[in-house]
């Protein structure tokens, strides 16, 4: 599984390192993208330019967001546009609350420091195996009328969703619902 593991450049976190060994002992190939301190322009340009391209390339992104910065927040949307799960990190005591827990694709997990290892371990274990489940590999055509249509559009509004994402809740709450 391709990973993209994104930082903040403003301090300096042992939770990068865990996370990094963590990934790669369970052998995914993973992208360090810890945002650059530079303020030359043209090498953040590059390394911004890098950063996109992975992102678009991976299956899931992963950002320690204790210490967040304007770019992360953009490399975060960029993620979700391009429909790839999210893992956003905090330590526990310096937890901020973003808007984006709501979304079907992020998942937000904090972490205490006196537990790093322990704590990293069962949330990336935990976040690789919903990425696997919620992997979208089958596609099919669905014909509506037109109350149907609007029904669906009214609910998607509503729940600030997709249709399809409104579809696939309703078939993951029947599914729950049957086990």
Avoid: W
């Avoid at 953040?44 to 299956?59: F, G, M, P, Q, Y």
């Avoid at 992360?72 to 391009?82: D, T």
């Avoid at 669906?152 to 993951?172: C, E, H, P």
């Amino acid at each position: 599984m391709k990973i993209v593991y994104i930082d903040s450049p403003f301090k300096k976190n042992p939770v990068n390192k865990s996370v990094m060994k963590y990934l790669e002992d369970a052998k995914h190939k993973v992208f360090d993208g810890t945002l650059p301190k530079e303020i030359d322009e043209e090498i953040l340009h590059s390394v911004n330019a890098k950063l996109t391209r992975e992102i678009k390339k991976c299956d899931c992104v992963v950002v320690e967001a204790t210490e967040s910065s304007f770019d992360m927040g953009r490399f975060i949307m960029l993620a979700l546009l391009q429909h790839k799960p999210v893992l956003i990190l905090q330590e526990k005591s310096k937890a901020q609350s973003y808007l984006l827990s709501s979304h079907r694709l992020v998942t937000e997990k904090k972490y205490k420091m006196s537990q790093l290892e322990k704590d990293l371990q069962t949330i990336l274990e935990s976040f690789i195996k919903i990425v696997k489940k919620q992997r979208l590999t089958y596609r099919f055509n669905l014909m509506l009328s037109k109350d149907l249509n609007i029904f669906l559009m009214d609910q998607s509004q509503v729940q600030g969703i997709s249709k399809a994402d409104y579809i696939r809740n309703l078939i993951v709450s029947d599914m729950e619902e049957s086990a």
